[in-house]
């Protein structure tokens, strides 16, 4: 085949492979990268005034937003899981009777002692009223890294297992205006949303907790682990 043929020839079969390339990608768009690197809640070191204007922006954000969002719930005071559970679903008919809560977010308050925090995963009432039991269960399984966390862990574990007011916060799911009633619900010290792009599993959690008043920062670990 003379060379200027055999040219043409390559040419006409790297034009048709782009072609084909270009109607495979029309067909098949790309799908979008669902967000990976979301965290709710607050930053190390951050102000908590900074923190809950923050939480209030999320919210502000979705004014003409009908989408479901993920979000965290960051209370108070310390509830049950039963109590938790209550406060987030609100009465029925309420606006914030839509949202669902996905899990309870356990911290058992000991004074000057650093204690885990422990998510369970909650499917309705029933569920949340023994989440309670679920952490214990696990910190029961926990042997500790040293001896001080393994007591740390056991006096948590006791506490949980009598249902002490130990639920700091709520994964929750729903709409704009059922977050926005949330968040106004006595009891609740702030309601932060991510995206409505965001996938469960792939965003961090860490909850304010109520006893941090001015900087997000762990508190002392200096005190007596109690027996239980």
């Known amino acids: 085949m003379p060379d200027r043929t055999r040219s043409v020839a390559t040419a006409g079969v790297v034009g048709a492979l782009v072609a084909l390339v270009v109607a495979l990608g029309a067909a098949n768009p790309p799908t ?4 990976a690197t979301d965290r709710l809640g607050p930053d190390s070191g951050e102000p908590v005034a900074e923190y809950l204007d923050r939480a209030r922006a999320s919210l502000a954000d979705t004014d003409t937003d009908t989408a479901e969002h993920w979000a965290l719930v960051s209370l108070t005071a310390e509830l049950t899981d039963a109590d938790a559970y209550r406060l987030a679903v ?5 606006p914030a009777s839509r949202v669902r809560v996905s899990e309870l977010l356990f911290r058992v308050p000991v004074e000057r002692v650093q204690t885990p925090l422990v998510v369970v995963g909650v499917a ?3 569920s949340a009223a023994r989440a309670a039991d679920v952490a214990a ?7 500790g890294e040293w001896d ?14 009598a249902d002490c007011a130990c639920v700091v916060g709520m994964t929750v799911r729903g709409d704009p205006e ?3 009633a949330l ?3 006595p009891g609740v010290r702030s309601v932060e949303a991510l995206p409505a792009d965001a996938v469960f599993g792939r965003f961090a959690v860490v909850p304010l ?4 008043a001015e900087t997000v920062a762990p508190g002392p670990d200096d005190g007596d682990v109690p027996a239980r």
């Open 209 to 212: 907790l109520p006893g941090q």
């Open 90 to 94: 609100g009465a029925p008919g309420d």
């Open 183 to 185: 968040a106004a619900t």
């Open 124 to 126: 309705g009432p029933e």
């Open 137 to 143: 269960g696990r910190l029961q399984g926990s042997a």
């Open 32 to 35: 979008r990268t669902p967000v």
């Open 148 to 161: 001080r966390q393994a007591r740390v862990d056991a006096v948590s574990a006791a506490r949980l297992s």
């Open 178 to 180: 059922a977050l926005r």
